[in-house]
């Protein structure tokens, strides 16, 4: 060997190596929610199956009655999510393109009440001085949701690299077409995460719909918990949150697939 042959350092031979990666493969790290909500869900099952249900229990825990509940719950979450969209992000955009102080302060100030103020609260309060039902309960999912969505839609766009702006304005772009092409591509994954903030929040607080008589899981945790069918009780408070995590993880797949390509 040369004496003038570079020779590799251990250090430079340890750098160069290819590092195995640690962890669980993506694609399982991906699907561990769904495993997981299917574990505890069988396991409930054969924990019920295996229970005397009395005939208080035998009218709430079959499948009939726990699909319509199921049906009720993800109809209003879900709505609730497509009206705080629709709503909340022009709101984002209006008060993001507004110089007016007291503007921004009088939409954020709003969103802020309806959010600070417990869920509960907002259901009863609005069942007082209008009505009971469904339209009422999803009322009270919108103004609770609003504000996630609303704050990141103004994170979003403020973020957007001035000097971007400036080019597309150079390229003959109107404010709209700025808007559009260039500022809500780039601000849609701080939009979305505020999407799927309001979504996971809508199903948990669709559970006190059942106070003012709109349906959903609510019912079986309210009917569990005042008759003391502590079955009844445990399995509308999984199915809960079993909808909570799948939503979840569905929103997340669901934004992976929108979000522009490099972002």
Request: glycine share 8%; charged share 10%; hydrophobic share 55%.
């Amino acid at each position: 060997m040369s004496t003038d042959q570079i020779v590799p350092s251990t250090t430079t031979v340890l750098q160069t190596q290819p590092v195995p990666r640690r962890g669980m493969p993506t694609a399982l790290r991906r699907l561990m929610p769904l495993i997981v909500v299917a574990l505890v869900l069988l396991a409930t099952f054969l924990w019920v199956s295996s229970l005397e249900l009395d005939s208080i229990e035998q009218r709430t825990l079959n499948g009939g009655y726990i699909a319509a509940r199921i049906g009720e719950h993800l109809v209003l979450s879900i709505l609730a999510a497509v009206l705080v969209a629709v709503l909340a992000i022009p709101a984002g955009i209006a008060v993001s393109r507004s110089r007016s102080r007291v503007f921004r302060g009088i939409v954020i100030g709003i969103a802020n009440i309806g959010q600070a103020t417990p869920a509960i609260g907002v259901v009863i309060l609005l069942a007082i001085v209008w009505q009971t039902g469904f339209t009422t309960a999803l009322v009270a999912l919108v103004v609770y949701s609003f504000l996630p969505v609303l704050q990141n839609t103004i994170a979003g766009l403020a973020q957007v690299d001035p000097n971007i702006k400036e080019s597309a304005r150079g390229m003959g772009m109107r404010p709209g077409q700025v808007l559009r092409r260039v500022e809500l591509p780039l601000a849609s994954p701080v939009i979305l995460a505020g999407l799927r903030t309001a979504l996971v929040f809508a199903v948990g607080v669709a559970t006190v719909a059942t106070f003012i008589n709109a349906g959903g899981l609510g019912d079986m945790i309210v009917n569990g918990l005042k008759l003391q069918r502590y079955p009844v009780l445990l399995v509308g408070a999984i199915l809960v949150a079993a909808i909570a995590v799948l939503i979840d993880w569905a929103a997340g797949v669901v934004e992976d697939i929108v979000r522009p390509k490099g972002l």
